[in-house]
Antibody, heavy 128, light 107 residues
Framework: EVQLVQSGAEVKKPGESLKISCTAS????????IAWVRQMPGQGLEWMGR????????QYSPAFQGQVTLSADNSINTAYLQWSALKASDTAMYYC?????????????????????WGQGTQVTVSS | SVLTQPPSASGTPGQRVTISCSGS????????VYWYQQYPGMAPRLLIY???RRPSGIPDRFSGSKSGASASLAISGLRSEDEADYYC?????????FGGGTKVTVL
């Protein structure tokens, strides 16, 4: 079974650093993009970016560029989302998800890829 | 949100409910549409992929369609367990974009 398990809830103070994790099992970790999605309290889903463990290729949403860093450790099948200096506005639930998809006629396009499965989420609370 | 969804929709058990998702030529108009279902306090899950395909385990009461720069999700034979938030999503120049979500209430 393909599964993503995220690290536990975090409570931090503004200005502190944080690294949360997403550990994959049931598939070849390095061969699939991992995406991160933010959900602020009572709000919708926002795509933050994606990371390809095989070659560390990274793409950030413009809204999150420079605000967070995506990385991974292939030796332990784990992807990371980190902040160097948290703000109160970073308080949210964060989800990781694997990019799954198909390549019709052996042509791979991002358009034929989707988020499945998802991790259970990591609640990050930033408060003084 | 880049994609526009109605904030809420409702119906009685057994009814058909439709949720719209409006975008533009740069996103829905040139990419596939995906739908995700999210129960309160739970992670989202894939409901529809590539406009109208259902993953295994998703009941055929759920159907998706796309026309031009718009898409829709239909839930037929509405059931109490369908009460959840529903999000459309697509790609816009390799950036993932979501709709604002629609809360479905079963009356």
């Amino acid at each position: 079974e393909v599964q993503l398990v995220q690290s536990g809830a975090e409570v931090k103070k503004p200005g502190e650093s944080l690294k949360i994790s997403c550990t994959a099992s049931g598939y070849q970790f390095s061969g699939y993009w991992i995406a991160w999605v933010r959900q602020m309290p009572g709000q919708g889903l926002e795509w933050m970016g994606r990371f390809f463990p095989s070659n560390s290729q990274t793409q950030y949403s413009p809204a999150f560029q420079g605000q967070v860093t995506l990385s991974a450790d292939n030796s332990i099948n784990t992807a990371y989302l980190q902040w160097s200096a948290l703000k109160a506005s970073d308080t949210a639930m964060y989800y990781c998800a694997r990019l799954s998809g198909i390549c019709p006629n052996n042509v791979c396009s991002i358009s034929t890829h989707w988020f499945d499965p998802w991790g259970q989420g990591t609640q990050v609370t930033v408060s003084s | 949100s880049v994609l526009t969804q109605p904030p809420s929709a409702s119906g009685t058990p057994g009814q058909r409910v439709t949720i719209s998702c409006s975008g533009s030529s740069s996103n829905i108009g040139s990419s596939n549409v995906y739908w995700y279902q999210q129960y309160p306090g739970m992670a989202p899950r894939l409901l529809i992929y590539m406009n109208d395909r259902r993953p295994s385990g998703i009941p055929d009461r759920f159907s998706g369609s796309k026309s031009g720069a718009s898409a829709s999700l239909a839930i037929s034979g509405l059931r109490s367990e369908d009460e959840a938030d529903y999000y459309c999503a697509t790609w816009d120049d390799s950036l993932k974009v979501f709709g604002g979500g629609t809360k479905v209430t079963v009356l």
